[in-house]
């Protein structure tokens, strides 16, 4: 469903020059919940930004469903790839109602019945139809990372891209919207590939995830190894027993960061 | 405890007056503590960093208590100048985010200097800034002592905060998320470096903080704060035998590397937790 092959990211020139992304590859199967972890500028983010088109300093090849994918994105591209992103208050426009906000992507797209539309996604957010009529400072976080959940199911994408969806939000309202993520994964069978610094919800999401380290692949493994620890680079172990926890003598361990 | 007590605080309020009406964040808090880490966990909005604030007097909330009081000094109604010879001095505070609390026009080493101003030594101020850098684990002091804010990294900044909280050799640290901005691998190593401070400076630490996770495997002893109340008190290595609903459904909807659960539990509130009087549970049983 998603094709990388060696991609790298460039960002800056001269002596500010840094590569986010080195030569990274990985292909996610459709229908899978595929996760990216890594600490910060591991470069996960950078690869998804790539893959939806909101980087464009990038060489090597990308392709989705088949199609390769060029630098500029076509709107069908992105009636099949949709993106959430991690701040719920930056995300969505403070001056739009709801209504508005979710009709944008209906507009642009072309579509019409779109009251009908915006009320089902609504629902499918588990959100009723009165909050079409509020704007999303009257929401809570947990409230607008629906919204933007919504936004991005309005269009029926095949593919949506989860970027740290809900590292700004208390556990307890993470445990929703995960849960919402799961039903909606179950019931229309998209793909998601999900960046997240937090392993506990990559193996709680992802059958599969990859570990990138300084615009790298360190290592891909399934989500079932990770109860028993078996991952074969030293730096993907580091991280999982770093996530357990805290361990006076096992932060002697960490090898130089 | 009481002998080794070094804060008392009993019955605790934090109130707001906002244009709807009073706010009340924090209701009737109680604890003491010792030279111990003891934290503070709760959700956004629990009060558990108005708690923490209003220790030091720094809230913008009315402060009424019974009793709160650091040794013998009471700490309610202090002068700005009593509170001079307290603050940054004997308890200080470390704040979440390096980004926002160092100054950016300062270099760290004159930043550190600042901090330790007041205190008397014997070492030049420099030199003892640099010590403090070598305190925390920085490997190139000098070069971090010379350094920009904005030079350093998230770990690095949070590491030179706990550096000029140190200059003064507080009894008492009060760590407000101290690692939440923090890489998980960089999380741990700073609390090394808390954990250590304790144990060999004889220090207090108030460790607050979302993460129950992290805090059941750092603190000695934990508050649960919902609704502006402590819930629950207990022993840290006991907090999977929570009783409080709450603490229960925090431990149940996070996810968990090592245990896998199908579906994440679902926290159903109680309006009533943040109007029962607190549950106080002495080491032993239930009431």
């Known amino acids: 469903m998603i094709d990388i092959d060696k991609l790298s990211v460039v960002f800056g020139e001269g002596e500010d020059r840094v590569l986010a992304v080195d030569q990274f590859s990985l292909r996610v199967e459709a229908g899978e919940s595929f996760g990216l972890v890594g600490e910060s500028g591991s470069g996960k983010s950078t690869v998804l930004r790539a893959v939806a088109g909101l980087v464009d300093t990038w060489t ?54 779109r009251e009908a539309r915006v009320r ?62 799961d039903d909606i994964r179950t019931q229309l069978g998209v793909t998601y590939l999900l960046v997240s610094h937090d392993l506990g919800v990559v193996a709680h999401m992802c059958n599969r995830f990859a570990v ?25 172990r580091q991280l999982l027993l770093a996530s357990k926890g805290y361990d006076r003598a096992l932060v002697d361990t960490f090898s130089d960061l | 405890m009481t002998e080794t007590s070094i804060l008392d605080v009993q019955n605790l309020n934090v109130r707001f007056d906002t244009p709807k009406g009073e ?3 924090v209701k009737d808090v109680s604890f003491t503590m010792g030279r111990e880490k003891l934290a503070i966990v709760g959700e956004s909005g629990s009060g558990k960093t108005q708690t923490g604030r209003a220790i030091l007097g720094l809230t ?30 004997r308890i200080a505070m470390v704040m979440q985010d390096p980004k926002y609390s160092l100054n950016p ?10 901090a330790g101003q007041r205190h008397v030594g014997t070492v030049s101020p420099r ?42 050799e507080p009894e008492l640290l009060i ?56 819930v629950e008190e207990l022993p840290a290595r006991d907090l999977y035998s929570a009783t409080h609903p709450y603490t229960r459904g925090l431990l149940a909807c996070a996810p968990e590397v090592d245990n896998p659960k199908k579906r994440l539990a679902i926290l159903a509130r109680d309006p009533a937790w943040a109007d029962a009087p607190p549950a106080r549970q002495p080491a032993g049983g239930r009431p």
């Open chain 1, 212 to 236: 990138m380290r300084q615009g790298r692949l360190v290592e891909v493994a399934e989500s079932g190894h990770l109860g028993t620890g078996v991952l074969s680079h030293a730096y993907s």
């Open chain 2, 175 to 230: 760590a407000d998320e101290p690692t939440s901005a923090l890489d998980v691998t960089v999380r741990l190593q700073v609390l090394a470096i808390l954990d250590d401070l304790v144990k060999t400076r004889n220090m207090g630490l108030i460790f607050i903080s979302h993460d129950l996770n992290l805090v059941r495997t750092f603190a000695d002893r934990v508050l649960i704060m919902y609704g502006g109340r402590v």
């Open chain 2, 105 to 114: 026009v300062m270099t760290i080493g004159d930043q550190l200097i600042e």
């Open chain 2, 60 to 89: 913008q909330g009315r402060i009424t208590a019974d009793r709160m009081t650091f040794h013998n000094s009471n700490l309610l109604g202090l002068s700005p100048k009593a509170w001079r010879e307290i603050r940054g001095r």
């Open chain 2, 23 to 25: 706010f009340h964040a």
């Open chain 2, 127 to 168: 030199q003892r800034g640099l010590e403090m850098l070598e305190a925390v684990k920085i490997r190139d002091p000098l070069r971090v002592f010379r350094a920009w804010p904005h030079e350093l990294s998230g770990g690095m900044g949070q590491r030179a905060m706990i550096a000029m909280m140190l200059m003064a």
């Open chain 1, 120 to 181: 089902a996604v609504l629902e499918q957010v588990q959100l009723g139809p009165s909050f079409r009529f509020r704007y999303p400072h009257q929401l809570s976080g947990g409230q607008r990372q629906r919204i933007a959940i919504a936004r991005a199911l309005v269009l029926n994408p095949r593919i949506i891209l989860l970027d740290e969806p809900t590292s700004a939000l208390d556990v307890s309202i993470q445990a929703e919207i995960l849960n919402l993520l």
């Open chain 1, 60 to 113: 090597g090849d990308m392709g989705v469903d088949g199609a390769k994918l060029g630098r500029k994105r076509s709107r069908d591209f992105y009636a099949k790839v949709q993106m959430v992103f991690q701040d719920p208050f930056g995300s969505l426009h403070p001056k739009h109602t709801i209504d508005r906000i979710l009709s944008e992507t209906l507009i642009v797209h072309g579509l019409d019945n």
